[in-house]
């Protein structure tokens, strides 16, 4: 089918991961194209994500022309559509129609580029990797039409595929290999992305940051051990929706987020309460105590489920919404206590 694409495309756009570049773009079809003729562009989505100065330096040493765009931010839209109608000028003389071609591995924001640049939802779009199951033919102007297609899956390498967002990490059965993997890529390209996001420095192996990271996002087992599959589940899941990049845009409550209720916890597992009742009952006053503008998380799995206290919010509901984005996982039941600050006991699944 791609190179049914490109045959048929006089343009073709390469989307592009502008956190990972290397890992995104595909030789084999940038050589294809130009083996056939056709004009090609490069398309850097996500640009939010990475520093000016190393956009424009990537930029200027690419000996294909290329352009940095944010369809979440809606930066750089208005750059591309000039660009593909400066490109389609040649052919606008002897053709009804120019049509380009976006071509470039799931989840790289495709549909949502076409969507951008018609202004309107002209393509179904979703956080789903290979959501895009056919051809579209989409009118950008009177003589200028996009075709929309399937991502190019590279099945040799599943490991990779998964790194560049072609597999959702909820969905592999073992998780581990690809999430060491990209943890060996980020040493060999910025490790300091690491230090930067989750404050990493003493280890001897890619295992030992794994389980780092799962000890310090609460993912603890029965009996004190870190749960590396839920581990590096949470790892991927981070670097492919953009809350984990290179160059360590780190969110400020992340920051300033206390690991706390060890041994409240402790006693929780120890005496099997499964209801946030009876914890803010039995330890209510410890809990208040702890009530202020500092955010305090702890996380605990017992038995089937996942038990998480979280203090130092103005609204419950957003303590519940971090609990959620933390663990990956739905409050199934809850408790809210405190005035000005306010924290929450949740039970998840």
């Given at each position: 089918?791609?190179?049914?694409?490109?045959n048929?495309?006089?343009i073709?756009?390469?989307?592009?991961?502008?956190?990972?570049?290397?890992?995104?773009?595909?030789?084999?079809?940038?050589?294809?194209?130009?083996?056939?003729?056709?004009?090609?562009?490069?398309?850097?989505?996500?640009?939010?994500?990475?520093?000016?100065?190393?956009?424009?330096?990537?930029?200027?040493?690419?000996?294909?022309?290329?352009v940095?765009?944010?369809t979440r931010?809606?930066?750089?839209?208005?750059i591309?559509?000039?660009?593909?109608k400066?490109?389609?000028?040649?052919?606008?003389?002897?053709?009804?129609?120019v049509?380009?071609?976006?071509?470039g591995?799931?989840?790289?924001?495709?549909?949502?580029?076409?969507?951008?640049?018609?202004?309107?939802?002209?393509?179904?779009?979703?956080?789903?990797?290979?959501?895009?199951?056919?051809?579209?033919?989409?009118?950008?102007?009177?003589k200028?039409?996009?075709?929309?297609?399937?991502?190019?899956?590279?099945?040799?390498?599943?490991?990779?595929?998964?790194?560049?967002?072609?597999?959702?990490?909820?969905?592999?059965?073992?998780?581990i290999?690809?999430?060491?993997?990209?943890?060996?890529r980020?040493?060999?390209?910025?490790?300091?992305?690491?230090?930067?996001?989750?404050d990493?420095?003493?280890?001897?192996?890619?295992?030992?940051?794994?389980?780092?990271?799962?000890?310090?996002?609460?993912?603890?087992?029965?009996g004190?051990?870190v749960?590396?599959?839920?581990?590096?589940?949470y790892?991927?899941r981070?670097?492919?929706?953009?809350?984990?990049?290179l160059?360590?845009?780190?969110?400020?409550?992340?920051e300033?987020?206390?690991?706390?209720?060890?041994?409240?916890?402790?006693?929780?597992?120890?005496d099997?309460?499964?209801?946030?009742?009876?914890?803010?009952?039995?330890f209510?006053?410890?809990?208040?105590e702890?009530?202020?503008?500092?955010?305090?998380?702890?996380?605990?799995?017992?038995?089937?489920?996942?038990?998480?206290?979280?203090?130092?919010f103005?609204?419950?509901?957003?303590?519940?919404?971090?609990?959620?984005?933390?663990?990956?996982?739905?409050?199934?039941?809850s408790?809210?206590?405190?005035?000005?600050?306010?924290?929450?006991?949740?039970?998840?699944?």
């Open positions: 089918m791609v190179k049914e694409i490109i048929e495309a006089h073709v756009i390469e989307v592009v991961d502008a956190r990972d570049p290397i890992g995104t773009r595909n030789k084999k079809l940038e050589n294809l194209v130009k083996e056939k003729g056709k004009k090609l562009l490069i398309v850097m989505n996500k640009a939010d994500l990475v520093p000016k100065d190393w956009a424009e330096r990537y930029k200027k040493e690419s000996e294909i022309p290329i940095f765009i944010s931010d809606r930066k750089g839209t208005g591309l559509r000039k660009k593909i400066r490109l389609a000028k040649e052919f606008l003389d002897e053709e009804d129609r049509k380009v071609a976006l071509i591995y799931p989840n790289v924001g495709k549909s949502t580029i076409i969507n951008t640049l018609k202004g309107k939802k002209a393509v179904k779009t979703a956080p789903i990797p290979g959501y895009t199951k056919n051809k579209h033919l989409i009118k950008l102007s009177r200028i039409w996009l075709i929309d297609s399937p991502g190019v899956v590279p099945i040799d390498e599943f490991d990779e595929l998964v790194i560049k967002g072609g597999f959702p990490p909820d969905k592999i059965g073992d998780p290999r690809p999430a060491l993997r990209l943890i060996k980020i040493l060999e390209t910025r490790k300091e992305a690491l230090t930067e996001k989750y990493i420095r003493d280890f001897e192996s890619e295992e030992q940051i794994l389980e780092a990271i799962g000890r310090r996002k609460g993912l603890i087992r029965k004190g051990e749960d590396i599959e839920e581990a590096a589940r790892f991927l981070e670097w492919q929706t953009g809350r984990f990049t160059f360590g845009k780190e969110e400020k409550k992340e300033e987020l206390v690991r706390d209720f060890d041994k409240i916890l402790a006693a929780v597992e120890r099997l309460l499964l209801d946030p009742r009876r914890i803010l009952w039995k209510g006053d410890k809990l208040r702890k009530l202020d503008s500092t955010k305090r998380v702890g996380i605990r799995e017992i038995e089937c489920f996942t038990v998480g206290i979280a203090t130092g103005k609204k419950c509901d957003s303590a519940l919404k971090f609990l959620e984005e933390l663990t990956g996982k739905h409050v199934l039941a408790e809210c206590f405190g005035k000005k600050w306010k924290g929450v006991i949740a039970i998840l699944e």
